[in-house]
């Protein structure tokens, strides 16, 4: 039997219950006295709105399976389209514009879009790279159009009134393509059902226990998607989405107080940024009852800093996935402060919790090749390191034209299912708990052992004058020389004196004790989005000039 489902079906359920509840809050400006002047909508306009738009997406042939590059920041216009585009059916391709424009205008390419729904500046970039787009039919202008074609969001709002008839899509229907950060590897476009959907919001749901009465804070664009699904009310954040880690602190405590906020998203940078402002000038937060922090490892001392800003009953939490797959483990600051950090800091590795709700996690033995079946020979033997897998109905099952991508991810399960492979490496305690070990591609193999980096690190980190530090390899596989890149808090006076004290430290522990090669760096090279992920690659071609091989 078909099943129908449609994303936007959230959205009318939520009117129907809270038809003039805040749908959306957005900061418009400032008045003489530097107050904040906000515009809002509720549910019962953004359905009403989002179903205009609709009507005019379909007459300009915005239709069920369209794919559409979406380049809307949030904010009002932002939700009107994303729900309109779901009542046609139509597919938004969605990029992270952090990752720098080139390769967000390759994966653009890859999306083979056939419409464009963007604001002014995102009609410039395809005027003046038309090669990424001639794929594209139909042009969308939110705001002004200038001097290039097609339509604009006003012309598209049409006066007829009454509900769209929303596509009857199927769970197994494409609903969305979002593109990995490509951070940890080539960026892929990720293909969303809206089966994958719907079990996303319930889990978020179940696992937080949302409640009806909550305002969100989303710092992260995509999680602002969920608010009006899940009854929050969404307050727009007073900042540039894609540097999270420059964002002025003042501006989101104002948001939480102005509003009361309940639920905060906030990437590690951002958690770091806000919380040590925070902690400086002795802010507290009370109407937080929980912040999710994700997107990158979220280090125990930052935690423990924004936990002081938080009341006795509320929660820092740091749920584990990837673009194509999330949340699927999450564990609390509770946990983490008074049991797992003691053993991270003595190279465990990074407790990320237990599975969430119905999912199911397996530690599978290492390897780089395809796997085509799952069996009980792959299973990584007890609290052994080894590739962490995963299923659940939010788990998307493939790539958007990408066979091999496919192939070395996904493994198929009888069920009709898939596992996939999250390409990190843990292991699993006898409480059911994961901790992460660092990425499969990250690790190093040498002649007598295999290192890998979130334990080892943890060893140099432990030293005062470390900021952080990254372990990368040189040579070849089986023949690879461990080498340690640290970078300080601050400037080192005596850089000798201080790589010799890292070395009696490394020599103390039996995971560091081979490490004999270990260099200063300023500043590391990391994602532009977390300013948290290392390009460890970058560093190994340093560490291979440096070591004359």
């Given at each position: ?21 805040r749908?959306?809050?957005y ?13 809002q ?9 989002s ?20 380049m809307?920041?949030?904010g009002?216009d932002?939700f ?6 779901f009542?046609?059916?139509?597919v ?5 514009p952090?990752m720098?424009i080139e ?15 963007g ?10 790279k038309?090669?990424?787009f ?13 001097f ?7 012309q598209?709002m049409t006066?007829q009134?009454g ?8 769970r ?6 979002v ?6 590897g080539?960026?892929?476009?990720v293909?969303?059902?809206?089966g ?29 998607l969920?608010?009006?699904i ?24 104002e ?13 590690p940078a ?9 902690k ?17 490892p979220?280090?125990p ?5 924004f ?10 939490h ?15 600051s509770n ?17 990320i919790g ?11 033995n ?11 020979k ?13 299923k ?16 070395l991810?996904k493994?198929?399960d ?7 492979r ?8 006898s409480?059911?708990?994961i901790w ?45 020389i ?10 080192i006076?005596n ?7 890292l070395?009696?430290?490394?020599k ?5 004790a ?6 200063i ?6 994602d532009?989005r ?14 291979k000039?440096?070591l004359?091989?």
């Amino acid at each position: 039997m078909t099943i129908y489902t449609n994303i936007s079906l959230g959205l009318k359920k939520t009117q129907e219950k809270y038809p003039y509840k805040r749908a959306v809050v957005y900061p418009v400006g400032r008045d003489k006295n530097h107050r904040v002047l906000y515009s809002q909508m509720t549910f019962t306009q953004l359905e009403r709105e989002s179903d205009k738009l609709a009507f005019g997406l379909e007459r300009i042939g915005i239709i069920r399976g369209t794919r559409t590059i979406l380049m809307v920041p949030p904010g009002m216009d932002f939700f009107i389209t994303i729900f309109a585009m779901f009542k046609v059916g139509a597919v938004p391709v969605v990029v992270d514009p952090g990752m720098g424009i080139e390769r967000m205008l390759q994966c653009l390419q890859q999306g083979k879009p056939r419409a464009f729904i963007g604001i002014e500046k995102a009609h410039l970039l395809r005027k003046l790279k038309p090669g990424f787009f001639k794929s594209v039919k139909q042009w969308v202008t939110v705001g002004k159009r200038w001097f290039w074609g097609g339509y604009t969001l006003d012309q598209l709002m049409t006066q007829q009134e009454g509900p769209f008839p929303r596509a009857q899509t199927t769970r197994d229907e494409t609903a969305a393509i979002v593109f990995t950060t490509g951070s940890t590897g080539p960026a892929k476009g990720v293909v969303y059902t809206h089966g994958n959907f719907e079990a996303q919001i319930k889990q978020i749901q179940e696992h937080f226990q949302i409640e009806p009465d909550e305002i969100d804070l989303p710092t992260f664009p995509l999680f602002a998607l969920f608010d009006p699904i899940l009854g929050m009310t969404a307050v727009i954040p007073d900042m540039d989405p894609t540097k999270p880690a420059l964002v002025d602190p003042t501006k989101i405590i104002e948001a939480v107080e102005n509003h009361g906020v309940t639920n905060m998203f906030a990437s590690p940078a951002l958690l770091n940024r806000v919380g040590k402002y925070g902690k400086e000038n002795n802010i507290k937060l009370p109407s937080l009852r929980r912040v999710i922090s994700a997107g990158a490892p979220v280090t125990p001392a930052n935690i423990e800093q924004f936990s002081t800003l938080l009341s006795d009953h509320a929660q820092i939490h740091t749920p584990y996935g990837a673009t194509e797959s999330v949340p699927i483990i999450s564990i609390g600051s509770n946990e983490i402060l008074a049991e797992t950090k003691k053993l991270s800091e003595q190279g465990f590795g990074m407790c990320i919790g237990r599975p969430i709700c119905d999912t199911r996690v397996e530690i599978i033995n290492i390897s780089d090749d395809p796997i085509t079946q799952l069996h009980e020979k792959l299973k990584a033997p007890e609290k052994q390191v080894g590739e962490i897998i995963v299923k659940a109905d939010l788990v998307t099952e493939h790539y958007f034209n990408n066979r091999e991508a496919d192939l070395l991810a996904k493994i198929p399960d009888p069920d009709g299912k898939v596992w996939h492979r999250m390409g990190d490496l843990g292991w699993k305690d006898s409480k059911g708990r994961i901790w992460f070990c660092g990425r499969k591609s990250h690790r190093v193999i040498t002649k007598e052992e295999t290192l890998f980096t979130i334990p080892v690190e943890a060893i140099f980190n432990n030293h005062e004058k470390v900021f952080r530090s990254a372990l990368t390899g040189v040579g070849p596989i089986k023949m690879q020389i461990p080498v340690m890149f640290i970078e300080p808090y601050s400037k080192i006076n005596n850089e000798k004196l201080f790589i010799k004290e890292l070395l009696t430290l490394a020599k103390s522990n039996p995971l560091t004790a081979k490490i004999d090669h270990i260099f200063i760096e300023k500043a590391f090279p990391v994602d532009i989005r977390h300013n948290s992920k290392i390009f460890r690659e970058k560093l190994a071609v340093k560490a291979k000039r440096k070591l004359n091989l």
